[in-house]
């Protein structure tokens, strides 16, 4: 229903890298299974093929890696999208600095699967927006207007 994607400072980088989102901590995992790597960047994007391709190497998952680009996520609703985009960045961020300061442990596949069934579902990342949007409709009182 809905899908989110900037050209934000860690998403960049990470998507320059041969990498994927690791769980190495417990918003990570909202990502485990359950993201995908585009590697087919064409430049610029002009064509509407492209977002075919995209949906495809995406499958069923919630968040892509576009290669040399950024990051993509999708959602059932415009806030889960959102959150996930959020929160991608954000991982995106740790797990830079991570692996720039050593060798992150990873969280064992068993537990970093139960973790994403619990943080990772469509109704947790409408539930995690919701927070932010009371704090920003706060701030921005006229962006209703």
């Known amino acids: 229903m809905a899908a989110a994607h900037s050209h934000s400072r860690f998403g960049r980088a990470l998507s320059a890298l041969d990498a994927r989102i690791e769980p190495i901590t417990q918003d990570s995992c909202a990502f485990f299974e359950d993201h995908a790597r585009f590697d087919d960047y064409t430049g610029v994007v002009d064509e509407t ?21 950024g990051l993509l996520t999708v959602g059932g609703s415009v806030e889960s999208a959102v959150w996930w985009y959020i929160t991608m960045e954000r991982t995106a961020e740790v797990q830079l600095a991570a692996t720039s300061a050593g060798s992150p442990v990873p969280i064992r596949p068993d537990v970093a699967r139960r973790t994403r069934e619990m943080v990772g579902s469509e109704a947790a990342g409408q539930f995690q927006f919701h927070p932010l949007w009371n704090w920003i409709v706060a701030e921005e009182p006229d962006l209703l207007d």
């Open 49 to 69: 093929d492209e977002g075919r391709r995209i949906a495809e190497a995406l499958g069923g998952a919630k968040a892509a890696i576009l290669a040399n680009h």
